[in-house]
């Protein structure tokens, strides 16, 4: 057993992982030690390559380390087999990936409800927690709708509702935000904070979004499969969707387009009138 | 922890069902091919099958029966030693099975016939002319004079090529030379009444036919006969009078024998036709089943992700397994179902026309087919081809499905 803080949810002790193609070795990990708690909102963050998704897929039971030892919910997932692995993830782990990874030809319903009926969970009943779920991130209406049906941001959102849905105690995020926009991943992470705080669901969440960082209740940084930075953020409120985009805080980019935007909506509106006194 | 369930069939169903409409063109061309095959296959297994009946029912209606019964050791010996002393006893037997539909009672012997200055060696063989016509189509094989007249009359048909080769017409003094049952060698003058031709050579070529009264006399046989010949109202019901009539007369000294023993010959052709429907069978479902198994691996291809991102969240790797096998089975088994439909469209509309093949009649003829080929569906048949299909969604679907179970997880979930 390991040297636990009877608090932790996930812990990781001195985790090495090395990715082989033909004889080259990729090292991803270095010896990561990590505690999460219950109810913690957790960044991983980090430039590309250098672990995140990895250690999350260690986390996750995807796949297995090449030394250390990782106990999640107190039980040594390294230790078990495959149908273990499927099964603990099935009753404790919720995933968000980056691709959404909806199933295509399920609606949005159907794809929430689907892991409710890998639980053993009737069909009807599935169906009644999959609309409470795409009620909770408020795409209730669009439940019918197959996945090529919807934006980039209502997928991920049926994809935070399929996490939840099977009641996990951890959900972990791939670069959740990544396919988004910026206002899109600003609602995403918004809704996750919101979830993390009223249903007190551990998230762990791996990105380079600056917003996602600052949304952290816990940041923890790597780079080339070390941790080399770790803060908790100072206490602060939601990101409030009201005030996520108020215009003076929009890079200048986005000022100048929405200016271009207005002006050209004036000449059009112009132009439109000219024509109507024409006619009249 | 709480155990994971199976997913209920209906979701397998409508994952399977969905998951081939996302390529429709892709399942429509494969579905395509499967019908064209199966129907193809359906047809060439009704004409086999067509031809194979016409063939036994030619061979069974010209000459042997479906069954006869000797006195043990006649067959090999062909010796009137070996006789059926009791034959009206047999015959009453044949009263009480519904089977069959006609029997008669023969004398068979080998001899010589002399006509003008010409002899032939010849199958001597006496029949009651009324019987007979219950069980072959012998009287529909007299191509000049006509059939043999019932009693003790003197009427003699020979066979064409017989006839032929002693230079006989009809009304000619023919002599027939023959061993009595005590040995002595008796001749006796016969009228030529008719000239068969069966389309058979070996028949053709020997047969010299009298009546069984006139024989039994000739031949100092008394009442006595060497075969009893039964016609049996099906092909089918062939094996079932023959288990019947082995226990009946089981322990007495006869020997029953099935219209294949007679005739190790066309024995050997049903065998060879039904190995070659066999081999047809094979062909067609191997190319069926390269089809469903390219299909179902540029699918399992196209899908890697979304099958990782499935076991990530929950699915076990057997799960994974059912949901490709039954893809694989559903598809083959529409494919099946709508080819074997439309086989038998086609089958239908040959069956009365059928298919002229008189160019190729005298080929025909040794074999005992008829120029005209009928295609026949039969449920052996159908049990075979339906049987091989699924046998082959199985085996094509199970590769897909196990290398389905074997994709690792971590890579799956990397593909863009």
């Known amino acids: ?63 297995s380390a090449d030394s250390g030892s990782i106990e999640v919910l107190g039980e040594n997932i390294l230790a078990m087999n495959q149908d273990q692995r499927t099964r603990f993830r099935l009753q404790n782990i919720g995933f968000v990936f980056q691709a959404y990874n909806l199933i295509r030809v399920f609606s949005a319903r159907e794809n929430v409800a689907y892991v409710c009926q890998l639980q053993g969970k009737g069909k009807k009943e599935s169906m009644e927690i999959a609309n409470h779920w795409l009620g909770e991130v408020e795409i209730g209406h669009l439940g019918y709708r197959r996945p090529d049906q919807l934006s980039g941001g209502q997928q991920q959102r049926v994809a935070v509702a399929r996490a939840l849905a099977s009641e996990p105690k951890i959900i972990l995020a791939d670069e959740p935000t990544a396919n988004l926009d910026s206002m899109t991943g600003r609602h995403l992470i918004h809704l996750m904070q919101d979830l993390n705080r009223r249903l007190g669901t551990t998230f762990l969440i791996s990105s380079h979004d600056p917003d996602v960082k600052q949304a952290a209740g816990r940041l923890i940084k790597l780079a080339d499969g070390q941790i080399v930075d770790a803060w908790d953020s100072i206490p602060k409120p939601p990101i409030s969707l009201a005030s996520a985009c108020p215009v003076g805080n929009l890079p200048l980019t986005e000022r100048l387009r929405n200016y271009f935007r207005e002006m050209r909506n004036k000449v059009r509106n112009k132009k439109r009138h000219g024509n109507t006194r024409r006619h009249s | 922890m709480a155990e994971t369930r199976q997913l209920g069939l209906l979701t397998y169903l ?58 043990k050791g006649f067959e090999a010996s062909q010796n009137l030693h070996d006789r059926i002393t009791e034959p009206e006893e ?151 009078l023959f288990r019947l009539f082995t226990q009946q007369l089981s322990g007495l000294k006869y020997e029953i024998m099935p219209w294949q023993e007679l005739d190790p010959m066309v024995r050997q052709w049903l065998e060879f036709s039904d190995a070659y429907g066999l081999v047809i069978l094979f062909v067609v479902i191997i190319l069926v089943l390269a089809e469903i198994l390219n299909t179902m691996l540029i699918s399992l291809h196209e899908r890697q992700k979304e099958l990782g991102v499935i076991v990530a969240i929950g699915t076990k790797r057997r799960q994974i397994f059912l949901m490709l096998l039954l893809e694989a089975v559903m598809l083959i088994f529409l494919g099946a179902i709508l080819g074997y439909l439309a086989g038998s469209l086609l089958v239908y509309s040959l069956a009365d026309s059928g298919i002229d093949l008189t160019r190729f009649a005298n080929a025909f003829e040794f074999f005992y087919m008829d120029p005209v080929i009928h295609p026949q569906l039969t449920r052996n048949s159908a049990m075979k081809i339906l049987g091989a299909t699924l046998a082959a969604a199985l085996l094509a679907g199970i590769y897909p499905a196990w290398k389905a179970t074997r994709l690792p997880l971590s890579q799956a979930l990397r593909i863009q």
């Not at chain 2, 095959?37 to 029912?57: F, P, R, V």
């Not at chain 2, 006509?115 to 072959?136: C, H, L, N």
């Open chain 2, 90 to 240: 047999i015959s009453r037997l044949m009263q009480s099975y519904p089977e069959i539909i006609g029997w008669t009672q023969r004398i068979r012997t080998s001899g010589l016939a002399s006509a003008g200055g010409g002899s032939a060696g010849i199958q001597i063989m006496a029949t009651d002319p009324e019987q007979e016509t219950w069980v072959t189509s012998m009287n529909q094989d007299v191509k000049e004079g006509g059939w043999l007249r019932p009693g003790m009359t003197r009427d003699l048909l020979l066979g064409r090529t017989v006839a032929r080769n002693l230079g006989a017409a009809l009304g000619d003094r023919i002599i027939l030379m023959a061993q009595r049952l005590n040995g002595e060698m008796t001749s006796e003058v016969f009228h030529l009444q008719g000239i068969l031709e069966t389309g058979a050579p070996q028949i053709d070529r020997t047969l010299a036919l009298i009546t069984l009264n006139n024989a039994q006399h000739w031949l100092q046989m008394d009442q006595t006969v060497t075969d009893i010949v039964i016609r049996a109202d099906t092909h089918d019901n062939t094996d079932v």
């Open chain 1, 1 to 63: 057993m390991l040297d636990q803080t009877p608090t932790s949810i996930i812990k990781a002790r001195d985790l090495h992982k090395c990715y082989w193609v033909g004889t080259m070795p990729f090292p991803a990990l270095h010896g990561i030690n990590l505690d999460i708690e219950p109810g913690e909102f957790t960044v991983l963050a980090g430039r590309s390559g250098s672990g995140k998704s990895t250690l999350l897929n260690l986390i996750g039971a995807l796949e």
């Open chain 2, 14 to 71: 409508a994952l399977a069902t969905r998951n081939l409409s996302r390529n429709r063109r892709r399942t429509t061309i494969t579905l395509l091919t499967m019908i064209f095959g199966i129907a193809t296959l359906t047809l060439l297994s009704a004409l086999n099958d067509g031809w194979l009946n016409q063939m036994k029912t030619n061979f069974i209606l010209s000459y042997t029966g479906h069954l006869q019964i000797h006195a």
